[in-house]
């Protein structure tokens, strides 16, 4: 295979959408004032505002890693914990970001089905100690859809903000993959998120179909306070944030957020639909979003790289498939046809 051929090891292989890459052609216009102070931004934050029905208060972060972890350090003082499943990004695949942007603020882990967390799960955490010498509990942190492409639904969103609200919990959502979930639930933005209780949510833009770039939304401004001096500090400030931002008009006012979501979400139905058959070989977990995670004999995930296919097996030792805005069903065939050839000759 050339390096041009569609791969799905990651939603994060794909290039740049259409309608971003137009709003960057439209910002890269004559000059405007650096630092936010320009009109791409103020469109996008209303583009947001428009979009989740509220108020919201809007911060433009590079990366994920960064907008979980300063989200997070904004809920907690250094003496604080936070709540998340095991196999939660942030405690995975984030370097320690978190405990390191709020100087210490502990990640507790609960082993989850799937990456879901559960309201007894947080309730036994949270009140499992309540003496000097724990890090005080202060938030939990969601991730949906999960590393393992489950969907949390609106019921299981609103049990856990309210033990939240119960405990005096903070409730981040990791949005890496929000317009995933969207798709997947056919709710609105706002259902998914504050009007289920949701404090926080770190939008994911990079696995949307841009350059590069997540949106962080406070429903409640107050826990913004101070957070445009964070990410300054944190080297998160755009000088040309207009090209942070614009991607964002881009996709919001177009709604091609939600269709890469969604097509993204019908590509990895279209492969799991046609792996089901196969005798001797397991869907992981529930495909419900953009991944699919193939369980199969070292001999057929081994044939599948001979053939060119790349994949992770980081999550328990299966192949993960990640599909991404413009996943090709025709090359999501040509993959389903390799495993389907593999498998015959196992
Ligand atoms: C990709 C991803 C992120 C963001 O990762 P960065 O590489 O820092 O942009 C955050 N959370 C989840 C669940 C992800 O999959």
Redesign the pocket.
């Known amino acids: 295979m050339t390096q041009n051929t569609q791969q799905f090891a990651s939603d994060?292989y794909a290039g740049i959408c259409p309608e971003a890459w137009a709003a960057m052609q439209d910002a890269n216009q004559g000059y405007v004032p650096a630092y936010g102070d320009d009109i791409w931004t103020t469109k996008a934050s209303d583009a947001f505002r428009t979009l989740f029905e509220t108020d919201c208060e809007i911060f433009f972060a590079f990366?994920?890693?960064?907008a979980?972890a300063l989200a997070l350090a904004s809920l907690c003082q250094s003496y604080n914990s936070v709540i998340c499943s095991a196999v939660a990004?942030v405690e995975t695949?984030?370097c320690g970001a978190p405990e390191f942007f709020s100087n210490g603020s502990k990640l507790l882990t609960v082993p989850t089905q799937g990456g879901k967390l559960t309201p007894e799960a947080i309730r036994s955490l949270a009140t499992g100690r309540s003496d000097i010498h724990f890090p005080k509990p202060r938030a939990v942190t969601i991730?949906q859809p999960t590393?393992t492409g489950q969907v949390y639904t609106l019921e299981e969103i609103r049990a856990i903000s309210a033990v939240c609200r119960d405990l005096g919990l903070r409730l981040h959502m990791?949005g890496?993959?929000f317009a995933n979930a969207c798709a997947a639930l056919g709710c609105s933005p706002a259902e998914m998120t504050w009007q289920s209780g949701v404090d926080v949510l770190c939008f994911?833009g990079?696995?949307n179909g841009m350059a590069v770039g997540?949106a962080i939304l406070f429903f409640d401004p107050k826990l913004s306070e101070g957070f445009d001096y964070r990410c300054k500090q944190a080297g998160q400030l755009a000088s040309k944030m207009r090209f942070l931002a614009a991607p964002w008009v881009g996709i919001l006012e177009s709604g091609a957020w939600l269709r890469n979501g969604r097509s993204a979400n019908a590509a990895a139905a279209h492969l799991a639909g046609q792996i089901r058959p196969l005798e001797g070989l397991e869907l992981m977990f529930p495909v419900e979003a953009n991944a699919v995670f193939l369980k199969a004999p070292a001999a057929l995930l081994d044939g599948l790289r001979e053939k060119g296919w790349r994949f992770y097996t980081f999550i328990g030792g299966g192949a993960r498939f990640m599909f991404a805005w413009n996943a090709d069903l025709a090359q999501v065939d040509a993959l389903a046809e390799d495993i389907r050839q593999l498998h015959a000759a196992l």
């Open positions: 994060n990366n994920g890693t960064a979980n990004h695949d984030e991730t590393e990791d890496a993959r994911g990079t696995k997540e």
